[in-house]
Each structure stands twice: as structure tokens, then as C-alpha cells.
């Protein structure tokens, strides 16, 4: 069993940047992939990005791709998403997942655990 709990979200103006966080529970951390996904009003799930579980590989969603940047410390428990160049079509509740194949993909029906989510706004 994994607990992830997000924080960093917040309010920013477009071009700006925010770092997201996602600290785990339990002893196994390091064996999960990441995964980071958002959902904004009235629209479906959306994947992001995700980390493989030693964090040697990496996969992006063609929107934030070369904007965002995900990273982990697996000494620390955690994962991070670094958005840089925010638009307001960034805005959502953004969400992280554990996946405990340890590969890591943008598929949100391989995850297994799910944080709470963190709101991030991007104002015009």
C-alpha cells in the first residue's frame, strides 16, 4: 500500500512556473513508477508525464513537452513535476499515481494508487 499526498499547487500567472510535489508512504517507493495527470472542469483525465522507477526513463504528453519536467528522489520519497512557461490551459487539479510495474507509462488504468490532487491556476 502506498499514501501519496500532493502539495505545491497554486495560483500563477501565464509564463510563470511551479514545482508540484508528491511524497509517498511505505517502505517500497522506489520500486513504483510515477506518474503525474490532471483534470480541469468538464473534461476528461489527461495524462502529463511519468518516471520509471529507477527514473532512467521519462515519457511526456505532446502538451507539456519541453515545458515540464519530471523528476524523483527516491532517498526522499518523492516525485516532482516542474512547470515552467505555464499557459492557462494548464490550469486542473493535478494528481499523482503510483504504478507498481515500475515501468512507468502515460496509461492512467496502469496505476495503482492515487494522491488527493493539488489545484493549479494559471491566470491570463
Known amino acids: 500500500q502506498v499514501q501519496l499526498v500532493e502539495s505545491g499547487g497554486g495560483l500563477v500567472q501565464a509564463g510563470g512556473s511551479l514545482r508540484l510535489s508528491c511524497a509517498a508512504s511505505?517502505?517500497?517507493?522506489?520500486?513504483?513508477?510515477m506518474g503525474w495527470f490532471r483534470q480541469a472542469p468538464g473534461k476528461e483525465r489527461e495524462s502529463v508525464a511519468a518516471?520509471?522507477?529507477?527514473?532512467?526513463?521519462?515519457s511526456y504528453a505532446d502538451s507539456v513537452k519541453g515545458r515540464f519536467t519530471i523528476s524523483r528522489d527516491n532517498a526522499k520519497n518523492t516525485v516532482y513535476l516542474q512547470m515552467n512557461s505555464l499557459k492557462p490551459e494548464d490550469t486542473a487539479v493535478y494528481y499523482c499515481?503510483?504504478?507498481?510495474?515500475?515501468?512507468?507509462?502515460?496509461?492512467?488504468?496502469?496505476?495503482?494508487?492515487w494522491g488527493q490532487g493539488t489545484q493549479v491556476t494559471v491566470s491570463s
Open positions: 511505505g517502505r517500497t517507493f522506489s520500486a513504483y513508477a
Open positions: 518516471i520509471s522507477w529507477s527514473g532512467g526513463s521519462t
Open positions: 499515481a503510483a504504478d507498481k510495474t515500475g515501468w512507468g507509462t502515460l496509461a492512467p488504468n496502469n496505476y495503482d494508487y
